[in-house]
């Protein structure tokens, strides 16, 4: 067996942001909601079918903004079609050359879903840079990016990098949602970066990694590339919990 290859720092990436599976986190979601009925309670089961709304088309269902599907096209170059939920948490290694520093990255594939985030968020803490992605075809997905905002405002280190990503760039001009100028302006909001990706096509993936990394490279040279708690320093892969299901991609 090989021995593993050196690195010169180890650095824990977040992913999160909505899965379509569930409502996003803990503040309101504008759940559709069906009209009342005009009429008086049906009662028969063919007048309650009749009254049942339709299913959604499949092209108006809600998928997840994505993060697995990033995070396989970054660490493997691949794509998944398929909507395959993540249960809890996964996470990926990729070691990248980093201004002529190996930098082995870890990172962690957090589930969108609601049920899940009390797991997920025990991952904030150590967290040295968090990828918040929304869905550019799902303005919900964007309106929820202020929850998750607070969300690492509770769970994270102050320290912690942050980019603000707008997956599924590669989606026809129609199903757009959100335009990528209202994407830099909610970043500049937050005075953090911002990329438009796809992880259909691989447009801007690497940059959004590679750029939050850097930034931690850079924050942790200045802080005299030490500690300062999950906001800083080399995470101990061996310290971090192990998932507890692999999930998509
Ligand atoms: N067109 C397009 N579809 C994408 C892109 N990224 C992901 N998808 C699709 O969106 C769906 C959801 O992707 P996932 O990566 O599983 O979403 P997630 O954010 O991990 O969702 P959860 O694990 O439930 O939180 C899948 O059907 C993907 O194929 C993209 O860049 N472009
Ligand atoms: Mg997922």
């Not at 929820?144 to 912690?160: C, G």
Request: hydrophobic fraction near 35%.
């Amino acid at each position: 067996m090989s021995a593993k290859p050196k690195h010169d720092l180890l650095v824990k990436l977040l992913l999160i942001g909505d899965s379509g599976a569930s409502p996003a986190p803990a503040a309101h979601r504008s759940a559709p909601r069906q009209p009342a009925p005009h009429t008086s309670p049906p009662f028969s089961r063919a007048a309650c079918r009749r009254r049942r709304p339709p299913p959604p088309p499949p092209a108006a269902r809600r998928a997840g903004v994505g993060k697995s599907c990033l995070l396989l096209r970054y660490a493997d170059d691949s794509f998944q079609s398929s909507f395959i939920t993540t249960i809890g948490i996964d996470f990926k290694i990729k070691t990248i050359e980093l201004n002529g520093k190996r930098v082995k990255l870890q990172i962690w594939d957090t589930a969108g879903q609601e049920r899940f985030r009390t797991i997920t968020t025990a991952y904030y803490r150590g967290a040295m840079g968090i990828l918040l992605v929304y869905d550019v075809t799902d303005a919900d997905s964007f309106e929820n990016v202020r929850n998750w905002m607070r969300q690492i405002d509770q769970h994270a280190t102050e320290a912690v990098n942050k980019v603000l990503v707008g997956n599924k760039c590669d989606a026809e001009e129609e199903l757009r949602q959100v335009s990528a100028a209202q994407g830099e302006e909610l970043a500049q909001s937050y005075g953090i970066k911002f990329f438009e990706t796809s992880a259909k096509t691989g447009k801007s993936v690497d940059a959004a990694f590679t750029e939050i990394a850097s930034d931690i490279q850079a924050r942790l040279a200045e802080s005299g590339g030490g500690g300062g708690g999950g906001g800083g320093g080399v995470v101990n892969i061996d310290d971090a919990a192990k998932p507890a299901k692999k999930g998509c991609c």
